[in-house]
């Protein structure tokens, strides 16, 4: 099959930002519970360099991963950043001493995510901002508001939305223009699907939105969720191509549809080796039928 090497975020917009297919997940590059620094820490920068040395030039990172963890690794192995670089951020969320997580959306919690993450990114503008949708402590309009407030002082080039249901995403786009949209989804995770909170998010309703608006879909969780919940089909073209059943995970978000944009994470090299081998993978209608 035939299938896009690139995408191209904001593409209706006066900013788009053309990047591959396959961008990198910087959250395991943490400590257990994804707080405080990595148990190998070498190993986490030379991954971040691989990422660009690779033809790479999408990641998804957040100050709550660690916290400012990965957002301090990014700058320490890539700063100062090549120009097609795209750094995407979330906000929304933050993290408490003993590792539990937080909901932090209100106008001004949302601002100062926002100068933490410029600071530690060492940026003056960041690219793209992930809302991230979490219990309500303000409205999810009001949180939206801000969002595009910060757009318009220059402090966010594109604004997108993370873990909405087809109703938020339909109210985020009638208050401005939705660069990509962050969400769960994977091969074990096409059907509607309960959030951590209970909240119903619909994988599939998603995509379809995000398709016929041409909005990048960013899946996450995509293979932690595949790892724990096995697949045969999975398992038997991985075999047919002597490749992993990670890859094949991968290999099947790019062919799926040409507005996905994975973001496998890893914290180990060869692991991350292996998935940016996945983009060589060439399913048929066949291949994808079956695993259908």
């Not at 096995?230 to 099947?252: C, H, L, M, P, S």
Request: proline share 5%; glycine share 6%.
């Amino acid at each position: 099959m035939n299938m896009p090497r690139t995408i191209t975020i904001a593409g209706k917009s006066s900013h788009p930002l053309t990047v591959n297919r396959l961008g990198y997940g910087t959250m395991r590059l943490t400590g257990e519970g994804i707080y405080g620094e990595p148990p190998r820490r070498d190993e986490a920068l030379e991954i971040l360099r691989r990422t660009v040395q690779s033809g790479i030039n999408f990641l998804d990172t957040a100050d709550y991963y660690g916290e400012d963890v990965t957002n301090r690794l990014i700058a320490e192995a890539l700063y100062p950043y090549n120009d097609d670089l795209v750094i995407c951020t979330k906000i929304g969320c933050a993290r408490k001493p003993d590792k539990s997580w937080i909901t932090y959306n209100k106008p001004q919690n949302l601002r100062d995510s926002i100068e933490n993450n410029l600071r530690t990114l060492k940026l003056e503008q960041i690219k793209l901002v992930h809302f991230r949708v979490m219990h309500q402590d303000a409205s999810f309009e009001t949180s939206m508001e801000e969002m595009f407030r910060m757009q318009q002082e220059g402090k966010i080039l594109h604004v997108g939305v993370s873990n909405v249901d087809p109703a938020e995403l339909a109210t985020s786009m009638q208050m401005g223009n939705i660069a990509t949209v962050e969400n769960m989804f994977g091969h074990a995770q096409r059907n509607t699907l309960k959030a951590p909170h209970g909240e119903t998010r619909g994988a599939e309703a998603i995509l379809h939105i995000c398709e016929e608006n041409e909005i990048p879909l960013v899946p996450f969780f995509s293979l932690v969720t595949a790892n724990t919940k096995k697949d045969k089909r999975i398992a038997a073209i991985a075999q047919k191509y002597g490749v992993t059943e990670a890859q094949i995970n991968i290999a099947w978000l790019l062919h799926r549809s040409p507005w996905m944009l994975p973001i496998p994470g890893t914290s180990s090299l060869k692991h991350f080796e292996e998935n940016i081998e996945a983009v060589n993978i060439n399913l048929t209608p066949e291949d994808m039928a079956y695993l259908d």
